[in-house]
T-cell receptor, first 115, second 114 residues
């Protein structure tokens, strides 16, 4: 069964500081990996995704993530955080088998940005 | 840019009542999903729908739940007899098709069962 672990429930960083949010997944083969962001009371917005190819993927809002197969990780990074980045971040894994490809989400990491 | 829309944004209902949550997926998308997020918890898969039938469902999706695509644009989730524990944010998502694995989510419907 596929699963996602986000070990950090809550992270606080200063505006302008760098950010790394951790994500570890469990899946029997090469997965599809996603990062979504959810602002308070809002829906889920796709930040970036990894399907294949280059293991460093770029997303919107200056975010990037690196797929490391050996570590079963897909950590999200941003070199300089802005106050508007405060939100909840969800890592998700999707399967490559079958037609449905449901997403399995992690528990999320709440990012707080101090000025 | 095309987006998934959901109505209503909020719904309050009494325990035991039926509710229907509505979604309009992105046009030409073929795969449709419902997820839910209980307050403070992670997003959980409920059901996927393709070619007018359920592809996969989770253990949460019991006989009280049903999905339908009544016409070419709407995708609905019905809860026949709501329970207190059905209170959650319900998200609809759609995906274009094989070779396009990104699911696009709607803004959600917040359901409160009293």
């Amino acid at each position: 069964a596929q699963s996602v672990t986000q070990p950090d429930i809550h992270i606080t960083v200063s505006e302008g500081a760098s950010l790394e949010l951790r994500c570890n997944y469990s899946y029997g083969a090469t997965p599809y990996l996603f990062w979504y962001v959810q602002s308070p009371g809002q829906g889920l917005q796709l930040l970036l995704k990894y399907f294949s190819g280059d293991t460093l993927v770029q997303g919107i809002k200056g975010f990037e993530a690196e797929f490391k197969r050996s570590q079963s990780s897909f950590n999200l990074r941003k070199p300089s955080v802005h106050w508007s980045d405060a939100a909840e971040y969800f890592c998700a894994v999707g399967g490559r088998t079958g037609t449905a490809s449901k997403l399995t989400f992690g528990t999320g990491t709440r990012l707080q940005v101090t000025l | 840019e095309p987006e998934v829309t959901q109505t209503p944004s909020h719904q309050v209902t009494q325990m035991g009542q039926e509710v229907i949550l509505r979604c309009v997926p992105i046009s030409n998308h073929l795969y449709f999903y419902w997820y839910r997020q209980i307050l403070g918890q992670k997003v959980e898969f409920l059901v996927s729908f393709y070619n007018n039938e359920i592809s996969e469902k989770s253990e949460i999706f019991d006989d009280q739940f049903s999905v339908e695509r009544p016409d070419g644009s709407n995708f609905t989730l019905k809860i026949r007899s709501t329970k207190l524990e059905d209170s959650a944010m319900y998200f609809c998502a759609s995906r274009a098709g094989t070779g396009s694995e990104t699911q696009y989510f709607g803004p959600g419907t917040r359901l409160l069962v009293l």
